[in-house]
Structures are given as C-alpha cells and as structure tokens.
C-alpha cells in the first residue's frame, strides 16, 4: 500500500500481512492494435473495499473483466486468490456484476435470482437473503422488464452475492440509484469486507471514493496513484477527492 494512512475501519491487520485477493503483473491488454491496459501492476489487500476510480473510458471495465477472467490479456498475468484468473476453481468463489443489468426480462425478481442460485448450487435461503440485501423484497414478484434501470442493477448485484464468494466485482453498483440506496449499499459493501469478503468497486464518482478501505485511480488505461482516501487527500494537500484527482493528473501531466 502506497499510504500508511488508513481512512476506514473496516481494513483489519491480518488482511494487510495476508496474501492479495487479486495481483496483476505487467498486465497489458491490446484491443484493435490499441493499448487498453499498459502494464498494470497492483495487488488487491483480502478483506476490503477497494475503488477502482477514474472517468469514463479510462480501463476501469477492462481491468475489471481481466480480474474475473473474461478478457483476453496480451502480457502479463492475473491472479486471484491464489489461481490464474478465469479458472474453473474461482467459478463459486468471485461474483461479477456487470455495468448493463444481466437478468431476463420475462423472468420475474424472484424467478431471475433463483435461476442462477441453481446455476452456482447456492445454500437453502440464499434466494430470500440476497433480495433482502439489495432492498428486493417487495419487489420480488416484479417482471424484471419493468423494473427501473437502477433495480435492474440491483438484481445484478443480488445474483453477484449468491452463494458465498469469497470476492466480488462490481462494475458501478450504484449508478442510477437515489442517495438513500447508495447509502445503504455502501454501508452493505462494508459489512461484507468486515466479514472477511473483498470488494472491488468502480465508480466514477469521487465522493464514493471515501467509503473504500484503499482506491486505485486509473486514467488512460494505466493506475495512476493508489492510497487510502485520507492519505490521498494528504499527499496532494487538499480535502475533497475530487481535488486530489485533479492534482494527481496534474502531477502526472508535469
């Protein structure tokens, strides 16, 4: 970690000595005879929210989809707990919800997250707890057809924590979401780092920034700086991730 500074809770020595959830070496991606990823290096502690910060277009969902085995790499390597990324061993054991909502929309709630609880051999009651977590459970009746974009993307993350993974990625959870349902998926996204569950989580709204354990700011397909949130806002003497962004760009840029 490049910065002492913790700006959570939720972060727990062991999870510090511990081997990473995720590594990347020299990962390089090249799609159309252009450079995506250029030669990431980064390792992922166990046991936290990690932000995957930066604006559109920078990498973050092909970094993303690297992680979890869906993208083909040029170089480099991809572990994650302790296997190649992609192989069957890490099938029931990383949850990946996608930036477009992957439910069908003749399928009612209920009948969507039951269809893949079968297809990960989720435990009895998975179905009811992963609804009730993500604030489903009136709506579990609904056709996915009719749901907004934001619950839509709810029933993405509710399939994502099906069974019991041991990592998730979740490719901007929160978009389209009002701020009372941000709050408390945050506040879910904690609690399960707590319990010792990792979470990688693009976004490209800093002020979520601060409820992450550690943040990777990416830019241009390559990991600009990464840091706690405080120590980030203390290393570019500012007091707003959005300024620190800023000066970090700058700083790159000089």
């Known amino acids: 970690m490049s910065d002492s500074t913790s700006g959570s809770t939720t972060t727990s020595t062991a999870s510090s000595t511990a081997s990473p959830a995720i590594r990347c070496a ?29 604006p559109s277009g920078c990498g973050k969902t092909t970094l993303m989809r690297a992680i979890v085995g869906s993208q083909r790499i040029s170089s ?5 707990l302790g296997e190649p990324a992609g192989s069957p061993a890490l099938r029931r054991q990383v949850g990946y ?22 297809a990960v051999d989720a435990p009895a009651g998975d179905v009811e707890r992963v609804l009730q977590a993500v604030d489903l459970g ?12 934001g619950q839509r993307s709810r029933v993405s993350l509710a ?27 945050w506040s879910l996204f ?26 990777l700011l990416m830019r241009d397909g390559r990991v600009l700086t990464r840091g706690t949130p405080a120590g980030l806002k203390e290393r570019t003497g500012t007091t707003s991730m959005d300024a620190a962004f800023l000066r970090l760009i700058q700083e790159a840029a000089a």
């Open 26 to 54: 020299a990962l390089r991606v090249v799609r159309g005879g252009n450079p995506v990823l250029h030669d990431i290096d980064l390792d992922v502690p166990a046991g936290t929210v990690t932000g995957l910060l930066g």
């Open 97 to 118: 919800a996608t930036q477009q909502a992957s439910v069908y929309d003749d399928l009612t709630v209920e009948q969507n997250v039951r269809y893949f609880a079968v």
């Open 159 to 185: 399939v994502a924590m099906l069974g019991r993974p041991r990592l998730l990625i979740l490719d901007e959870p929160t978009v389209g979401l009002d701020p009372v349902l941000r709050e408390d998926l």
């Open 138 to 149: 009136a709506f579990s009746g609904r056709l996915a057809g009719r749901l907004s974009g």
């Open 190 to 215: 904690a609690r399960l780092a707590a319990a010792g569950l990792t979470l990688v989580v693009s976004s490209h709204v800093m002020d979520e920034a601060e409820r992450c354990d550690e943040l």
């Open 76 to 80: 480099g390597a991809v572990t994650v």
